[in-house]
């Protein structure tokens, strides 16, 4: 077809955007490598010793990344599913921190990317090198404090603080000691304090009792507790360690902070770094509600004077009334009543942080709740500030959008929140974490509309990444960097999978547009038709909970397979029954679209009902639309097509996960094949082969049916 998905290329094509940050020129280090072995050579020897196979994208990945961390200047990698980028980045990481005697920081998205690494590809991947390295490589993961069980608050030292539904229902109040009492036993047992290591988990407001944040925190020298540590145990060992594994959420908190949180560092690798920009505004958000405000009151307790408490209390209440009138969405203006509300919980806050005045000496117990209702009252102060600040700008200069959310939708009811996040984070990305160090960043999706340049200009990095140079070069070699910004090169290793000969992509181009009430009956006809052509082996993709749930319910009437729905269990289990039975169907919704790895016959189809747009009262995205088209670009292709390019790759990438799958990636919106921006999106997929023709795809997939039940 003449409208096929364009092969992506190894750099972006130049881009108009323009960036006023101080740029960061390339920092070639010494060339002093303790006489160890050049990467390749180290390559080789781990992918024998692991049990591997050569792979010429991961050799060309490993020698850029090399490259990068040798001249200094940033890197940006594509590695398709299956190249193994993991041990191409491992490798001259490990080889740069040890002929350094340097700490190299890699970041991760996802909790099982986290485990996957410190488990088990690092382990191995330290054994195998030992005797090239000289020695062996040491290794640490590294959380924010919150994720770590605080001594002091398990012994009693910090006040417990029951809130919401508890307060009043014994039941819950029940469950709630339980669940404490539970941690209280596990601290006894635990040799890391780790959350993500008590399983079953606990919901978050039982964690809240025996954990703080890094402001809630005494500090090592204060607490009675401190030399047992478990936070600053994970700290003391990430600062001693060649491979520091942590978090984007961490990353960010690192680069914004005054202080310091992971370990001294000159080099980054960003791993799943299409998240990398949601990830650092979801921690740069932050927001007002009248719970908060309730318990900021409750931890000054007999702290402060009554009446300066109670001036808080008011406020909270005043703001309470306030949002009954607002509705939800984007703020343009601040109403009156409003910003009267949030100046009363500025100064409120302010007064009550007066009335503590300077630190003095105390018992830990006093110390804790002094330090624990400072933290809050410091948080509603600044955030109250924010708010206020973030309309005075003209509309269109803004930096941070504020909207009001109210409870929907079929989940856990949540009070009404004001909340604040930045517009972009690109600046803040520039100057904090290119600026200070060199970053690699890599995921299986970076390239959208065939270019670096679109996520390039979200990280803040100029236009038209050059393409990455050979690894024999030395840095006196190279180009002078350009003057608009960091110089950065960009290279799409490509994939080991042969995309044309082992997919399809299916637009169903003869369906009509997506309404807004849930699928159409054409939508469900269609869907019922590939599911039974493919004998189930079905992953569908859902823009909404409930579109998933509606295709589920009428599904099950009309075909003969096993289909389970997202919610029905744990996603884990879900995943796991729909990998070990082959004839099952699973459907569900965003939250599935990387998190499901299922190579072989139980997933030959996978299912898109629509392009995944950002809901159009989305605030932030709105904003984002509004503030590109202010300097003159395409708001709508710039930040919804962006935001669907990303997630329409992350899901037809669930497709092929081993050199031997096949199958179908198939698109119900017949937009992505008619509208204007469809180009855009499909040179964002992997290049399978295109066709909308339905009987070719039936076809196909009785076809590989029946090769599948032989």
């Known amino acids: 077809m003449s409208d096929a998905p364009a092969s992506m290329t190894s750099a972006g094509e130049a881009g108009t955007a323009t960036l006023d940050d101080p740029e960061r020129e390339p920092t070639p280090r010494s060339s002093d490598d303790g006489g160890l072995p050049p990467v390749d050579e180290l390559l080789t020897a781990a992918v024998a010793a692991l049990g591997g196979a050569p792979r010429p994208g991961q050799q060309r990945m490993a020698q850029a990344v090399a490259r990068a961390v040798d001249t200094g200047e940033h890197l940006a990698v594509q590695a398709g599913t299956g190249t193994g980028k993991s041990l191409a980045y491992l490798v001259p990481a490990l080889r740069h921190a040890v002929a350094h005697s340097t700490t190299v920081v890699v970041s991760t998205a ?84 780790d959350r993500d290591e008590l399983v079953p988990g606990v919901p978050e407001q039982a964690w809240r009792q025996v954990s703080v944040t890094a402001k809630e925190c005494l500090g090592m020298s204060k607490c009675p507790v401190g030399s047992d540590c478990f936070a600053e145990r994970a700290r003391a060992e990430a600062s001693r360690a060649d491979i520091v594994v942590t978090n984007h959420a961490l990353l960010a908190i690192d680069a914004m902070g005054d202080a310091p949180v992971l370990p001294e560092h000159e080099v980054v690798i960003v791993d799943e770094a299409h998240d990398l920009v949601d ?41 309470a009334l306030t949002f009954e009138d607002l509705s939800p969405g984007e703020l343009l203006a601040l109403p009156p009543a409003l910003g009267g509300a949030v100046a009363a919980v500025r100064d409120a806050a302010h007064a009550c942080l007066s009335a503590f005045g300077p630190n003095r ?69 520039r100057e904090k974490l290119f600026g200070p160090r060199t970053v690699v960043l890599t995921s299986a999706t970076l390239t959208l509309g065939g270019s670096f340049d679109t996520l390039g200009r979200q990280w803040g990095l100029p236009a038209g990444p050059r393409p990455a140079a050979p690894v024999d070069g030395v840095a006196t070699e190279e180009e002078p960097p350009r003057s608009d910004g960091p110089a950065w090169s960009g290279l799409d290793v490509g994939s080991p999978f042969d995309h044309p000969r082992s997919g399809i992509l299916y637009v169903a181009r003869h369906l009509p547009k997506p309404g807004r009430d849930g699928l159409p009956p054409e939508y469900l006809d269609e869907l019922a038709e590939l599911v039974t052509a493919a004998g189930g082996r079905t992953l569908g993709l859902f823009s909404s909970t409930r579109a998933a749930k509606q295709a589920a319910e009428v599904l099950r009437e009309r075909v003969d397979v096993p289909l389970l729905c997202q919610g029905d269990d744990s996603t884990p289990l879900l995943v796991r029954e729909f990998s070990e039975d082959p004839a099952a169907c699973l459907f569900g919704t965003l939250s599935l679209w990387q998190g499901v790895d299922v190579p072989g016959p139980s997933l030959q189809l996978v299912v898109m009902d629509r392009i995944p747009f950002p809901r159009p009262d989305d605030p932030l995205a709105t904003a984002r639309q509004r503030a590109v088209a202010a300097r003159g670009g395409n708001g709508f292709l710039s930040v919804a097509g962006t935001h669907a390019a990303l997630l329409l790759a992350q899901g037809a990438g669930r497709l092929l996960r ?49 090769a599948a039940e032989d």
């Open 279 to 319: 990830r650092v505004t979801s921690v740069a958000t932050v927001q007002l509600t009248a719970a908060e405000i309730a318990t900021a009151v409750r931890r000054c307790g007999r702290l402060i004077p009554e009446d300066i408490a109670d001036r808080l209390a008011e406020a909270g209440d005043g703001l």
């Open 658 to 706: 081993s050199v031997h799958d096949r199958g179908v990636v198939a698109v119900l919106d017949p937009r992505l094949m008619t509208a204007g921006y469809g180009g855009f999106l499909r040179a964002s997929l992997p290049p399978f082969w295109p066709t909308t023709d339905p009987g070719v795809v039936r076809g196909a997939l009785e076809r590989l049916r029946r």
């Open 110 to 193: 996802t909790i099982a990317l986290q485990r996957q690494l410190v488990d088990r590809d690092l382990p191995r991947l330290a054994k195998a090198l030992a005797p090239l390295l000289g020695r062996e490589p040491t290794v640490a993961i590294l959380k924010g404090r919150r994720n770590y069980l605080c001594l002091n608050r398990v012994h009693g030292d910090a006040p417990e603080e029951p809130e919401g539904t508890a307060l009043f229902d014994a039941f819950e109040l029940s469950a709630l000691s339980r669940q404490v009492r539970r941690l209280h036993e596990w601290s006894s047992d635990t040799e890391t304090g």
């Open 361 to 429: 000496r105390e018992d830990a117990e006093a110390s804790a709740a002094r330090k624990m209702a400072v933290s809050g009252l410091d948080e509603l102060h600044d955030t109250a500030v924010r708010l206020l600040d973030a309309f005075e700008p003209e509309l269109t200069e803004r930096r941070d959008v504020v909207w009001l959310t109210r409870p929907w939708g079929d989940g856990p009811a949540t009070p009404p929140a004001l909340r604040v996040a930045p517009i972009g984070v690109g600046g803040l990305l």
